[in-house]
């Protein structure tokens, strides 16, 4: 490629230092809010459109002219049109050589064309260098220039020269360039601004299907069965009872799902004995959603600890206290004071606390704004250390809330276990797998394995 074939000078500028000349193709509001945000950056702006006299308005100071003029007086253009009107340009195409196009569309859907609109461009023009960008911005971005939020360009493109004239135009324009290698990677840009929140898309899934499930569950265990059985209408349940069960059991099951990955991982490294083959891909899916899994697993902890606060101020709880208090007096008896009982209820609630404060901590730490601010020793140290301490902490005090449920015939109605037994198999199996791998021997070789050692078959 010839990279002298791309000059940024404006032509036959060579005496006087003259503000620069874009060209911008169509009058779209894409391409007009692009064009007046470069005549506020020092740019000049000519328009090409297929009917250059009835356009609308265009910002004060440019003029729109015939798509072959407006090629003529510039060497970089954007290309603000859709796809499906490309076709003409290759009528244009021996006066686009050598000229840079940016290419900043998009479609309304994924997968729409067999090739990425980009690579289409540049099929249609082998001759011009064609650049894809921009496309992640809206009008408004545009005309307002770069916020916080909005301050990166994606770019790419097969010549790095013409990547530079852009990356030079996009920086005076105030905007970050994040280059994303050749031509190829234009189908991921373009896919960009139809994403919607994929990678929240799995752990959202699995906490509507675990709430559904348990909600489910415990509907029948506890608002069927006593109906059917005892005759008792105990539907009011649902709305505080049933709902504090809920979500502390999906919030525990998610917490160990976080942990879950690492261990398989851990485990097929260590079965493998070697570092350097790939893991499957679910368990790349599943360790990519961790922070999201984790962020909807402190969601439902704080739901829970909302809806714990509200437990004495609960009609059904005060009533039931009088009750207890009244019976006593009606009957001249008073109830023991439990030691047991008051160690085991502090015990599982100050465990309680102790595990979503670090919870927290865990969640702030998974914020970029912090984690930016971490060394990676330090972020792992929070996520991995007191990562299993929080699930830990959380599995304990469910463990301490069960006390001698589980040896209580009565509590397994219709010979289904208690909801909380169910919550704590995950979180147990991770416990347990963890501990083997802190045994000095396992993770003597497990350190080895991820500083690259590899074990070698006997032939
Ligand atoms: C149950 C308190 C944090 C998981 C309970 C119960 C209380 C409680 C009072 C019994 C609820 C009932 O009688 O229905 C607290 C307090 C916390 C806390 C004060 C901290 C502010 C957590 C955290 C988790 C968790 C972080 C882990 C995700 C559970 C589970 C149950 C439970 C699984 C059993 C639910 C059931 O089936 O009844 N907690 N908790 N708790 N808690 Fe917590």
Known sequence: VNSESVSLCPLNTA??????????????????????????CGYRVVYGSRRPHSCGPLPPGTQAVSHGAATQSANLIFVCIHRQNYDFLQTLAPQLNGKVLVDVSNNLKKNLYPEANAEYLQRLIPGAHVVKGFNTLSAWALQNGPSDSNRQVYLCGNMAEAKQAVTETATKLGFTVVDRGSLSAARELEDFPLQL?????LPLRLAVGLTAAFFFY?????????????????????????????FPIVSLIMLSLCYLPGVIAAFLQ????????????????????RKQLGLLALAFASLHAMYTLIIPIRY??????????????????????????????DSYYSVGILGFGLYILLGISSLPSVSNVLSWREFSFIQSKLGYLTL????????????????????????????????????????????????????????????????????
């Open 197 to 201: 929140f994929p990678e929240w898309r």
């Open 15 to 40: 005496a006087a230092p003259e503000q620069e000349l874009l060209c911008i193709f169509g009058t779209g509001d894409l391409g007009r809010s692009l064009g007046q945000r470069l005549l506020q």
């Open 270 to 289: 260590l079965y493998r004995g070697t570092k350097y083959k790939r893991f499957p891909d679910w368990l790349d899916r599943w360790m990519l959603c």
């Open 316 to 345: 059904y709880v005060r009533h039931r206290i009088s009750e207890i208090t009244i019976s006593q007096i009606r009957e001249n008896i008073t109830y023991k004071f439990d030691t047991t009982m008051a160690w085991r209820t």
């Open 218 to 246: 415990l509907i029948i265990r506890d608002i069927v069965y006593a109906y059917v059985v005892q005759g008792k209408d105990v539907s009011f349940r649902i709305m505080v009872s049933l709902a504090n069960k809920v």
């Open 392 to 459: 830990f902490f959380c599995t304990f005090h469910t463990y301490l809330y069960g006390w001698s449920m589980f040896l209580k015939p009565s509590y397994y109605k219709w010979y289904t276990p208690p909801a909380y037994m169910l919550s704590l198999v995950v979180p147990s199996v991770v416990l347990v797998l963890k501990l083997l791998l802190l045994l000095p021997c396992v993770d003597r070789t497990l350190t080895r394995i991820r500083q690259g050692w590899e074990k070698t078959d006997p032939e």
